[in-house]
């Protein structure tokens, strides 16, 4: 049974940084893997997702510049580097993966985590 775990969320101050982590487990080696968003009353929107071997990495309109998303494949991990967070960054952020790419439809979801930036 696959799971993706996620931690590293909380509360930050406007231009701050934050950095989540998600793990994977009963499976290895997916092709993508990567990050959503949702804010209340907003729909899911796509941040950032690599390849195994992060020969491709894609970010969304609301993540370029500012995150970085990089994987330790020998750990089952993805990460998402925050920095110079905005309000408009509030969301619960979502890992997730799959066995193709791009991450338009990912197989596997994690719980998420809260990610809450104050002005």
């Known amino acids: 049974q696959v799971q993706l775990v996620e931690s590293g969320g909380g509360m930050v101050q406007a231009g701050g940084s934050l950095r989540l982590t998600c793990v994977a487990s009963g499976s290895t080696g997916f092709l993508s893997m990567g990050w959503f968003r949702q804010a209340p009353g907003k729909e899911r929107e796509f941040v950032a997702a690599a390849t195994r071997n992060m020969a491709i990495k894609d970010y969304g309109d609301s993540g370029k510049a500012r995150f970085a998303i990089s994987r330790d494949n020998a750990k089952n991990t993805v990460y998402l580097q925050m920095n110079s967070l905005t309000p408009e960054d509030t969301a619960v952020y979502f890992c997730?993966?799959?066995?193709?790419?791009?991450?338009?439809?990912?197989?596997?979801w994690g719980q998420g985590t809260q990610v809450t930036v104050s002005s």
């Open positions: 997730a993966a799959g066995t193709s790419w791009p991450l338009s439809r990912p197989a596997y």
